[in-house]
């Protein structure tokens, strides 16, 4: 049983702004296996990435509309349950949030949080499963509030579902579970593979802006749906560049880089570099003067996925990185950013 803290709500983005990613979010293909009820409102809507909305007046035949997971009142059994599969091959965890905005009178009024290990789905949504370890015990759930819990370090096992306990029943909005992938790398040492992707233990740790959508999306699987689901700067004047930092899943060469810029169509950036560096710091700075420059400006397009290799990345040949940088110029919106190599022996 981990030991952990409550974190105040507006402090919550900031507790786990850096370093750690939401291990159940949507699009990075969390599912939602089983629940004991869902009565008024869908358990999928917990791992929505966008904050609850409100829809005053709006019913359904259930009753009114809530964006949350949202069960039956007078529940019988100790608590109402849903159990995720973790959008990453497993993962350790830092900290747990749960919200229950727009949730008043009806919110859960106490929350427990479980996880396991186990290589089958099956095996977990069986009745009486006992694999579970305790992340959070049982505490108190406000009404219409973020509330976060800030575990004292990772946890030493790797998990691969999460169970969320509401006791006895009501609703909640949002679930966030806070950590680390532990990826599963290829067996061959020369299999190429994104070194920044999420799911491969990728993550971006900092930028110079994010006004419109957040760096972390720059490194999810597939292409997205919208403008919505990357990372977009707001609009600057003059000369400017704006970044990302990627710490990369694991140390390795480079041999190609992959950057989309699906659905950006009137506000691609005009051109995109990247840099990298072998570097031990979790806190490497963007003027940092180790970093060596991968791919020289070049320019992009609109709504396209742009692959650069061959000779375009020949001056960092068989040198391996643990970090790279992507610069847009002068600022705009990128959908995702890959990092396509070998993991270094």
Same mark, same amino acid.
Not at 3 to 9: H, L
């Given at each position: 049983?981990?030991? $952990?803290?409550?974190?105040?709500?507006?402090?919550?983005?900031?507790?786990?702004?850096t370093g750690v990613i939401d291990l159940i979010s949507k699009p990075?293909?969390?599912?939602?296996?089983?629940?004991?009820?869902?009565?008024?409102?869908?358990?999928?809507?917990?791992?929505?990435?966008?904050?609850?909305?409100?829809?005053?007046?709006?019913?359904?035949?259930?009753?009114?509309?809530?964006?949350?997971?949202?069960?039956?009142?007078?529940?019988?059994?100790?608590?109402?349950?849903?159990?995720?599969?973790?959008?990453?091959?497993?993962?350790?965890?830092?900290?747990?949030?749960?919200?229950?905005?727009?949730?008043?009178?009806?919110?859960?009024?106490?929350?427990?949080? !479980?996880?396991?290990?186990?290589?089958?789905?099956?095996?977990?949504?069986?009745?009486?499963?006992?694999?579970?370890?305790?992340?959070?015990?049982?505490?108190?759930?406000?009404?219409?509030?973020?509330?976060?819990?800030?575990?004292?370090?990772?946890?030493?096992?790797? $998990?691969?579902?999460?169970?969320?306990?509401?006791?006895?029943?009501?609703?909640?909005?949002?679930?966030?579970?806070?950590?680390?992938?532990?990826?599963?790398?290829?067996?061959?040492?020369?299999?190429?593979?994104? !070194?920044?992707?999420?799911?491969?233990?990728?993550?971006?740790?900092?930028?110079?802006?994010?006004?419109?959508?957040?760096?972390?999306?720059?490194?999810?699987?597939?292409?997205?749906?919208?403008?919505?689901?990357?990372?977009?700067?707001?609009?600057?004047?003059?000369?400017?560049?704006?970044?990302?930092?990627?710490?990369?899943?694991?140390?390795?060469?480079?041999?190609?880089?992959?950057?989309?810029?699906?659905?950006?169509?009137?506000?691609?950036?005009?051109?995109? &570099?990247?840099?990298?560096?072998?570097? &031990?710091?979790?806190?490497?700075?963007?003027?940092?003067?180790?970093?060596?420059?991968?791919?020289?400006?070049?320019?992009?397009?609109?709504?396209?996925?742009?692959? $650069?290799?061959?000779?375009?990345?020949?001056?960092?040949?068989?040198?391996?990185?643990?970090?790279?940088?992507?610069?847009?110029?002068?600022?705009?919106?990128?959908?995702?950013?890959?990092?396509?190599?070998?993991?270094?022996?």
């Open positions: 049983m981990s030991n $952990y803290k409550a974190i105040p709500a507006e402090k919550i983005d900031e507790t786990f702004s990075l293909g969390s599912r939602i296996l089983s629940f004991s009820d869902e009565w008024f409102a869908a358990a999928e809507n917990l791992t929505t990435v966008t904050a609850p909305v409100r829809k005053p007046g709006v019913f359904t035949h259930a009753g009114a509309w809530y964006d949350g997971w949202e069960t039956r009142r007078h529940n019988t059994a100790p608590a109402d349950w849903v159990i995720i599969r973790l959008g990453v091959a497993s993962g350790k965890i830092r900290g747990v949030e749960i919200d229950t905005t727009f949730f008043n009178g009806n919110h859960a009024p106490e929350i427990g949080v !479980l996880g396991t290990f186990a290589t089958s789905d099956d095996e977990v949504v069986k009745e009486g499963y006992e694999g579970w370890d305790t992340i959070i015990e049982r505490e108190e759930c406000g009404p219409s509030m973020r509330q976060g819990w800030l575990l004292d370090k990772l946890t030493e096992k790797a $998990y691969t579902h999460v169970k969320l306990l509401m006791f006895p029943d009501g609703g909640i909005a949002r679930f966030r579970l806070y950590g680390v992938a532990v990826p599963v790398f290829p067996e061959d040492i020369n299999e190429a593979f994104d !070194l920044a992707a999420t799911v491969n233990g990728g993550v971006a740790i900092s930028c110079s802006d994010q006004h419109f959508g957040t760096r972390h999306n720059l490194l999810l699987p597939g292409r997205g749906v919208d403008m919505g689901d990357g990372w977009e700067t707001k609009r600057t004047r003059g000369e400017h560049v704006d970044w990302t930092i990627v710490k990369l899943g694991a140390k390795g060469t480079v041999d190609k880089i992959v950057i989309d810029t699906a659905h950006f169509r009137g506000n691609f950036p005009q051109k995109v &570099q990247v840099f990298a560096v072998d570097s &031990q710091k979790d806190d490497i700075g963007a003027d940092d003067e180790a970093w060596v420059e991968v791919l020289a400006p070049q320019k992009t397009g609109p709504d396209v996925e742009h692959v $650069y290799e061959g000779d375009l990345l020949n001056a960092v040949k068989d040198k391996a990185f643990t970090h790279a940088k992507l610069v847009i110029i002068p600022d705009g919106g990128v959908k995702r950013f890959k990092v396509i190599g070998r993991k270094s022996v």
